[in-house]
């Protein structure tokens, strides 16, 4: 019986096995993005690593990749509420040269796509003269009903402008601003609904639930990441005690 307010240490397709059919009411996350493990940059076309997963290689044939999210993707559809919204964070990626947008796989899922936010990040560490740099992200709404709507409480625009969270403060390469998951609960969700993240990283989805009186479910294949996200949350809790 899986619990609500926990971080389970193990493979999300694992995890999300237990749970119910429709019982999520909202799903919010960000997949590793197959960077084939290391984030990376080209500098004068020279190849610069400037950081990794602990304990997670994000190295698979690209095919397999999208087959997997594709797969994935469906479990979170099964698990969620038919009034419940999905927000998944993930960019267009540029491979042999070539743009690939999620949009390829995400249409081939059980999802309706409601709404597409631009990320402006601001900045980036990815410096490629070759091309514009890249500052944004997309965070990908998705719903199973069309009747079912969002309410935009703080009155926002399809663009929000937030920071990543530097590795050196978190201890993790790609962890959202709280304002993230934040946005996304207060629009999607009440107190006491259960908020699932199945990447849950360094728990940021997990502390936006605390702040806001929501239950959370996560999962994290990394034990380093599960301990920092741990920590993470019993700061916030000790504050609010
Ligand atoms: C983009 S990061 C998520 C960061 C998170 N949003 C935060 O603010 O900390 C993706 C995370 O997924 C984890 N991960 C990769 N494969 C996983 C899997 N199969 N199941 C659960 N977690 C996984 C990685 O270790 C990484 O921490």
Known sequence: M??????????????M?????ESINCIITSPPYNLKGDFHTFVNGKRVTYGDYKGFKDNLPEEVYQSHQT???????RILKNDGFMFYNHKNRIINGS?????????KTKFNIYQIVVLNLKSTANVDKRRFFP???????????????LNNVECLTDVWEMKKVPRKITGHPATFHVMLPERCIKSATK??????????GVGTTAIACINNNRNYIGFEIST???DIANRRIQDVVSKIE
């Open 2 to 15: 899986i619990k609500i307010i926990k971080i389970y240490n193990m493979d999300c397709m694992d995890g």
């Open 71 to 77: 797969t994935f993707l469906n479990e979170c559809y």
């Open 135 to 149: 500052v944004h992200e997309l965070l990908f709404i998705l719903n199973k009903n069309n009747k079912t709507k």
């Open 224 to 226: 380093t990441y599960c």
């Open 17 to 21: 096995k237990y749970i119910k059919n």
């Open 99 to 107: 743009i690939i947008s999620p949009l390829d796989w995400i249409q």
């Open 191 to 200: 107190e006491g609904d259960i908020v699932l993240d199945p990447y849950m």
